[in-house]
Structure formats: C-alpha cells, structure tokens
C-alpha cells in the first residue's frame, strides 16, 4: 500500500537525521580549525616572547639606557599590523562566531576597552624596562612566572575561573619558583647595578607581573561583556587601539623626564653602532607585535590564564638562550626553579587536557544518539554539541 503522509514523513526524518549527522561533523572540523589556531597563537606567543626578551636585554646591554625608550619598543611596532587589519576591513568574514549583531560604538570601546587596556599596558611595560635595566635577563624571566599566580587572582573576580586541583598545583609550583628565585638570587647582581637598583628591579618585575595579570583578565573580561565577538578583525582592532594609546602615555613619559635629549648621545655611543642600535629597537617591537596577536588570541580562545600558562612555558628558553648570549650564571637553585616552572605548566595543560578529552566523549556520545535517536532527540544531541 502507498502512504504518501508516512512517506514524506519517512523522507523528513531522514533529513533530519542527515542534518544532524553533518552538524556534528562540522563540529569537528571546527574543533581541529580550533586547535590549528591554538597551535598558531602558541608559536607565536613563544618565538615573539623569547626573541624580544632577548632584544630587551641587548639593548641595555650594549649602551642604552632610556626605560622610557625600551619601553616604547615593546607597544610601539603596532603599525606593522596595519596592512593586514586593512586588508581584514575589505574582506567579509564567512565563519565567525559573533555573538552580538549589535557591535558598541567606537567611544564606547575607546572609554571601557582601549584606554585602559592601552594604560595598563604601559605600565606592565615600563615596570618590565626598569627590570631588564637592573636585572640579569635569566632572573627576570623567572620571576615574570608568578604573573600567572596574579592573573589567576584577577581572574578569579573578575571571570569566575573555576580552579580543579592541577590547576591549584600548576599555581602553587609556579609561585614557589618564583620565590625561590627571588631569596636566591640576592647576591647575583649586573656589573655596575647597585644593590638599591638590584632591589627597584626586583620590586619592579614582580609589579609588573601584577600588572600584566590584571591585563589579560581584564582583556578576557572586555570580550565576553563588551566586544562579545571573537574574530581576527577584533583581536587587531584590540592590539592596534589599546597599544596607540598606550604608546602614546610612553611618549609623554619621554619627553617630561627629558630622556628624548640624549637620545642622540646614545645612539653614537650604543657599542654595535647605529645601525645595530636602530635594528635592535626595530626588531625588538616587532617581535612583541607578534607575542600581543599570540597572547591575545590564546585569551579570546581559551581564557587569560590558558594564555599566561602557555607564556610561563617559554620562560626556560629565554635563560637557557642567555647563559651563551651574555653568560648568565646558571646555579643549582635557578634550575630547581625552571623545573618547578615546568611542572607548573605540564600540569595546567594537563588539566585542559582532560577537559578535551571530556568534550570528545559528550561529542561521540551526541554522534552515536543521531543515528538512533528520534528527530527531537536527534534536535536535543545538536544542541548539547
């Protein structure tokens, strides 16, 4: 007999079935496009952070001597971001997750997003210069560790990240590294460097690294209530505004201090030369353009502590490079501290580790009811995905 209801019918839930099918299938594709991002923001918050620490350093090393420059170098290279966020404005974007069709304004953004990520960026920055000035490159490395412990305190407030035990343990490592270093290392001190300019650089870096893990929670904060979009074009916009404003509070600091007159004398007797000297600064904001478009990708992916994380990973390359570049002592404590830094780290990334292998199985689990389930169930799976 022909029932051509219950053929249609038949031919609705087979559709359905199909649609569901194909939902969780483009759900996966999704996810491995997701982690080819995480993997591209890792790679280029390591290499940026490693190659302009290093630059950092070399500058004070070879002759220079302005924080205020330093400081400007590390925010300063956000025009090299231009081309591509002009060439982002002309392309229509085609799979992005956009949450609210009702972007803020652009006063609105500069008032609650721009100008105060842009000045606690300077000020992370500046207290980081005056490290770098007083400190062997290795030591400042370490102690930037414990902005993970800071970041994980803002973040706590301010997005109600939720701590399991290895990412407590991943914390508490972190920060005993940290301190360790800093009991330690008292008497290791930079040919010419004071003990009171030993103790401002140490007072310095640790504030900094406060300051910077107020920075990404405030950054993760001002996408989830104020952005509410998570696109390339953002992320840009974000680096590009936020560090125009805070190069702009550096330059103001150069000019009132007078550090801009001897600007000159300094180039001339800068120990490479002036070439080197201009290529030094170059290559030194270059490089901290492409650890921001990591670092602020990995917080609109994951969270602002995931980015930290994934920063305190990086630390044992920089001192590593450093004992062969400007031969950086590296005692038995100082180690101790780097595998504790590490362990800190294995154990975060093995907690979001868990947390995918959890969202695999509720994924298997929705594919596996799609093919038996009725279409409102079939409805119910999808939306769980």
């Known amino acids: 007999l022909h029932f051509p209801d219950e053929e249609a019918k038949t031919k609705e839930n087979s559709a359905e079935q199909t649609n569901g099918i194909n939902h969780i299938r483009g759900s996966r594709s999704w996810n491995f496009k997701r982690w080819l991002r995480l993997v591209l923001y890792t790679i280029l918050l390591l290499s940026g952070q490693s190659v302009a620490t290093i630059l950092g350093r070399l500058y004070f090393e070879k002759g220079g001597s302005s924080k205020w420059v330093a400081t400007l170098a590390q925010l300063g290279g956000f025009p090299v971001l231009v081309p591509l966020y002009c060439i982002l404005l002309f392309k229509t974007p085609t799979s992005n997750k956009i949450i609210d069709t009702n972007p803020p304004s652009f006063l609105k953004l500069l008032k609650l997003v721009y100008v105060p990520l842009g000045l606690l960026s300077a000020g992370s920055c500046f207290l980081y210069s005056v490290g770098l000035e007083y400190l062997p490159v290795s030591t400042v490395t370490l102690i930037i560790a414990s902005q993970l412990a800071f970041n994980a305190f803002f973040s706590y407030f301010l997005n109600s990240q939720k701590f399991t035990p290895f990412i407590i343990n991943s914390l508490v490592l972190l920060t005993i590294s940290s301190v360790l270093l800093v009991v330690n290392n008292h008497s290791e001190k930079p ?195």
Not at 271 to 296: H, N, P
Not at 327 to 334: P, S, V
Not at 345 to 350: A, C, D, E, G, T
């Open 191 to 385: 040919a010419g460097v004071s003990k009171g300019e030993y103790a401002a650089g140490f007072i310095c870096t640790i504030c900094g690294a406060a300051v910077y893990g107020l920075l990404l929670a405030s950054q993760q904060l001002a996408f989830r209530k104020v952005l509410k979009r998570q696109t390339l074009k953002v992320l840009l916009e974000v680096i590009l505004f936020s560090s125009l404003v805070a190069s702009s509070a550096i330059l103001v600091g150069l000019f009132v201090s007078g550090d801009w007159k001897g600007l000159k004398r300094e180039m001339d007797e800068y120990a490479l030369g002036k070439v080197s000297y201009v290529m030094t600064l170059l290559w030194t904001a270059i490089c901290w353009q492409v650890f921001a478009i990591g670092t602020v990708g990995l917080v609109f992916e994951v969270s602002s502590l995931y980015s930290i994380a994934i920063s305190t990973v990086g630390l044992p390359i920089v001192p590593v490079i450093a004992v062969f570049v400007f031969h950086d002592k590296m005692d038995g404590i100082k180690g101790v501290s780097m595998v504790l830094a590490i362990w800190g780290f294995i154990s975060y990334v093995y907690q979001h580790y868990m947390d995918h292998q959890k969202s695999k199985i509720e994924n298997r689990i929705a594919s596996e009811s799609s093919e038996y389930c009725s279409p409102g169930e079939i409805n119910h799976a999808n939306n769980w995905d």
